[in-house]
């Protein structure tokens, strides 16, 4: 007759290795970071981490000066490369920026488009409504 004592003594074996793994798994009696250190420990208590500054500073990037929307949407004028959005007279950043096959489609307002490094158009009455701009969208879906 066999024995099943190996193969008892195996579940056994994992059954105490998965008890003492979720041994650790539960809450703390303590809150973390109370600052006490064990009884009769000689170790000092840990401090709480602060809010100084590295001794060297770490450069900051200069924010981007962005146009005035003014002078970059113009009937006709060529809309820079380099075009990331503007500021409207509000203050607030204007960037409206689509992909169109390659190319960037961008616009401003209501009326204004422009593909990236192009001419900017002027909708008539409105990009919804103009001809032109529907059908640079449709070529720009594919």
């Not at 900051?60 to 002078?71: A, D, F, G, Y």
């Amino acid at each position: 007759m066999r024995s099943f004592l190996p193969t008892r003594l195996g579940v056994l074996v994992a059954a105490l290795t998965c008890t003492l793994a979720l041994a650790g798994c539960g809450d703390d009696d303590k809150p973390a970071g109370d600052g006490s250190s064990a009884p009769g420990s000689s170790a000092p208590a840990s401090t709480p981490a602060t809010d100084t500054p590295a001794a060297t500073p770490t450069p900051t990037k200069k924010p981007v000066q962005l146009p005035s929307c003014e002078k970059v949407w113009v009937e006709g004028k060529i809309l820079p490369a380099s075009y990331r959005g503007c500021v409207d007279e509000f203050g607030q950043v204007s960037k409206s920026i689509r992909g169109c096959v390659n190319r960037k489609l961008a616009q401003h307002g209501d009326q204004y488009y422009a593909i990236v490094g192009r001419e900017v158009v002027r909708a008539t009455p409105d990009r919804e409504h103009d001809a032109d701009y529907n059908a640079l969208l449709v070529a720009c879906s594919g």
